[in-house]
Structure formats: structure tokens, C-alpha cells
């Protein structure tokens, strides 16, 4: 795990983009080049390890900048296929927040949200360079497994959006924990869901995932 002694870094990160239900989180932490633990990839690490480590970050007190990206949100976009200018913007805002607290920052590290994020994508991060030329913004793939400040902003997402799921699941009395797709509980939720009964969650359930919408052709036939 690369950390940057004496160097002011922003690394963005963002947790549940794969979820059908609660919002994405977009989080951009500003790290002085404080190493906290020896960390790995905040996917290997448990639920209580990431709070442990998002509790020392608090006290710490390393500044950092959340986006949520409601379900309702991400269902507008998805149906103009611009989920990833919706994450996009959110980062460029990041950045924007983020200079604002810290003007001496000098490098900004991402982890890339897809292989192909598209022109559209970059276009608007470019945006960002523009108005701050002296700050190097790069992407990377797997940057949360490769760079401190990255995999600390990854930590933070995942905490806050499972605090919000919670929050949410024990609010609304359902049978679920993770809320993706692969895990059974949600699958079967899923699968009893009516159309109706779908859209009367749509401030929690992303309607528009291919998930939700093959469960009620599956009813239909």
C-alpha cells in the first residue's frame, strides 16, 4: 500500500454502484501522508474492521467529502445511460469541496469506476483541471488496493453506506442485509415484489436495475 510522506493527496472512492437497493457513496479523503495501519483492500476487510479504522479516522480528523447518489437519482440517470457522469459530477464537486478546505492539495487519485468510463466522463473532469491546473487528477484501476488515501476514502464510503442500508432496512421492517444482488435474502425479496409494491420503495430500490425489472417479466409469464 503506496503512502505519500509529506505530500497532500485526495483519494475518491465510491461503494454500493452495484447495489439494488440505497444509495451510492462517493467519498473524496484528504490524506497529509499520516500512515493509520498497514491496510489491504477495504473488500478483504470485515464489517467491524472497517468501522474500527473508519473510528480512527475520525479522530484523526482527516477531512473528507461524501456524495450520496440516491436510488432515485441513479434511476433518472440510468434510463439516459449516464450513471457514470451522475458519479462523474459528483466527483468533480468533490474535488471543488475539497480545494476549498485544503488549497495546498497537489495530486487527486481515483479509482476508476470502469475501463471505459467515455468521453462524456472525462469531459467532465476535465472541467475540474480547468479550474485547478496545478492539481494532478489521474485514474486508476485498483487504486484502492495500491494507494493509502484511496483506500481510506474507499473504508469511509463503505461505512457510511452501510450505515444508511441499515438505517434504512431496519426503517422499513425487510428481510435484507447487503441489498446486491447475489446475496440470497435480497434475491428473494426481490422476487416476491409486485410492480406496485416495487414503486412504493423507489426512495430505497433502484427500479431500474436489470434485477428488478427481469423478476416482474418472470411474473408475467
Do not use: C
Given at each position: 500500500?503506496?503512502?505519500?510522506?509529506?505530500?497532500?493527496?485526495?483519494?475518491i472512492?465510491?461503494?454500493?454502484?452495484?447495489?439494488?437497493v440505497?444509495?451510492?457513496?462517493?467519498?473524496?479523503?484528504?490524506?497529509?501522508?499520516?500512515?493509520?495501519?498497514t491496510l489491504?483492500?477495504?473488500k478483504?476487510l470485515?464489517?467491524?474492521?472497517?468501522?474500527?479504522?473508519?473510528?480512527r479516522?475520525?479522530?484523526k480528523?482527516?477531512?473528507?467529502?461524501?456524495?450520496?447518489?440516491?436510488?432515485?437519482?441513479?434511476?433518472?440517470?440510468?434510463?439516459?445511460?449516464?450513471?457514470?457522469l451522475?458519479?462523474?459530477?459528483?466527483?468533480?464537486?468533490?474535488?471543488?469541496?475539497?480545494?476549498?478546505?485544503?488549497?495546498?492539495?497537489?495530486?487527486v487519485?481515483?479509482?476508476?469506476?470502469?475501463?471505459?468510463?467515455?468521453?462524456?466522463?472525462?469531459?467532465?473532469?476535465?472541467?475540474?483541471?480547468?479550474?485547478?491546473?496545478?492539481?494532478?487528477?489521474?485514474?486508476?484501476?485498483?487504486a484502492d488496493?495500491?494507494?493509502?488515501?484511496v483506500?481510506?476514502?474507499?473504508?469511509?464510503?463503505k461505512?457510511?453506506?452501510?450505515?444508511?442500508?441499515?438505517?434504512?432496512?431496519?426503517?422499513?421492517?425487510?428481510?435484507?442485509?447487503?441489498?446486491?444482488?447475489?446475496?440470497?435474502?435480497?434475491?428473494?425479496?426481490?422476487?416476491?415484489?409486485?410492480?406496485?409494491?416495487a414503486i412504493?420503495?423507489?426512495?430505497?430500490?433502484?427500479?431500474?436495475?436489470?434485477t428488478?425489472?427481469?423478476?416482474?417479466?418472470q411474473?408475467?409469464?
Amino acid at each position: 500500500m503506496k503512502i505519500f510522506p509529506a505530500q497532500i493527496i485526495l483519494g475518491i472512492d465510491e461503494a454500493g454502484r452495484g447495489s439494488i437497493v440505497g444509495p451510492a457513496v462517493v467519498v473524496g479523503l484528504v490524506d497529509h501522508g499520516r500512515e493509520i495501519l498497514t491496510l489491504k483492500d477495504s473488500k478483504g476487510l470485515t464489517p467491524v474492521q472497517r468501522e474500527r479504522i473508519y473510528e480512527r479516522i475520525q479522530t484523526k480528523r482527516y477531512p473528507f467529502f461524501v456524495e450520496d447518489l440516491t436510488p432515485i437519482e441513479i434511476d433518472q440517470r440510468v434510463s439516459f445511460k449516464e450513471y457514470n457522469l451522475l458519479e462523474a459530477e459528483r466527483i468533480v464537486r468533490i474535488i471543488d469541496r475539497a480545494v476549498a478546505v485544503e488549497p495546498r492539495m497537489t495530486h487527486v487519485l481515483i479509482d476508476l469506476i470502469s475501463p471505459f468510463p467515455g468521453e462524456r466522463f472525462l469531459k467532465i473532469i476535465e472541467g475540474a483541471r480547468s479550474r485547478h491546473p496545478t492539481l494532478q487528477i489521474s485514474f486508476e484501476a485498483r487504486a484502492d488496493e495500491k494507494y493509502h488515501p484511496v483506500a481510506l476514502a474507499s473504508i469511509v464510503a463503505k461505512v457510511r453506506r452501510d450505515q444508511i442500508v441499515q438505517q434504512q432496512i431496519e426503517a422499513r421492517r425487510l428481510p435484507l442485509r447487503s441489498g446486491y444482488p447475489s446475496d440470497p435474502m435480497t434475491q428473494a425479496w426481490i422476487s416476491q415484489l409486485s410492480e406496485e409494491e416495487a414503486i412504493a420503495h423507489r426512495e430505497f430500490l433502484r427500479i431500474s436495475w436489470k434485477t428488478i425489472k427481469h423478476s416482474w417479466k418472470q411474473k408475467l409469464l
